[in-house]
């Protein structure tokens, strides 16, 4: 078996593609609510976090540092904050911790500058989402966003 890396990267030519190609094969996964590809635009401006298992991109982290505007019942104004804009681990290689790698190696690498990691999630599988992100990493769930379709 392959050993995994967990590593910071540059958003050059290579990795963009690389990670244009798997957002496409996440897109033809179906499994989250409204996920387009990404195009080069989406990946501009972002912290990248790769997880390599022999030289081979299985997965990334990306996101970016905000500071909080006003004062919420979660957070003071003037709070920073690292935005996780996408997690994706390849089917293939998932329920081996590689997420919740990339994860700790994230927040390790951005504690210094912010407060609190925040992120969105539309997984269309509600409970093994909240599952990895409140029972396996500790996050605090705060709110949720809840349809059913009538007609």
């Known amino acids: 078996m392959c050993k995994m890396e967990i ?4 958003l ?3 990795v963009a593609a690389q990670l244009i190609a798997l957002s496409e094969d996440w897109e033809r996964e179906n499994c989250c609510h409204g996920y ?3 195009t080069l635009d989406d990946l501009k401006g ?3 976090f790769l997880a390599l298992e022999g030289g081979a991109v299985v997965g990334y982290l990306f996101g970016h540092k905000e500071i909080t505007e006003k004062t ?8 920073g904050f690292f935005e996780i804009e996408e997690l994706y681990v390849k089917p293939a290689y998932r329920s ?3 997420g919740g790698a990339l994860f700790r190696t994230v927040e390790k690498a951005v504690s210094p500058d912010v407060d609190l990691l925040m992120l969105g999630t539309a997984s269309k599988n509600a409970r093994a989402i909240l599952h990895f992100y409140l029972d396996e990493l500790g996050m605090e769930f705060w709110s949720a966003r809840l349809f059913k379709k009538i007609r």
């Open 96 to 98: 081996r911790g590689i």
């Open 36 to 38: 387009y590809k990404n």
């Open 72 to 79: 919420t019942s979660v957070y003071e104004a003037g709070i």
């Open 46 to 48: 972002n912290r990248i």
């Open 12 to 14: 050059t030519e290579a």
């Open 7 to 10: 590593l910071e990267t540059e």
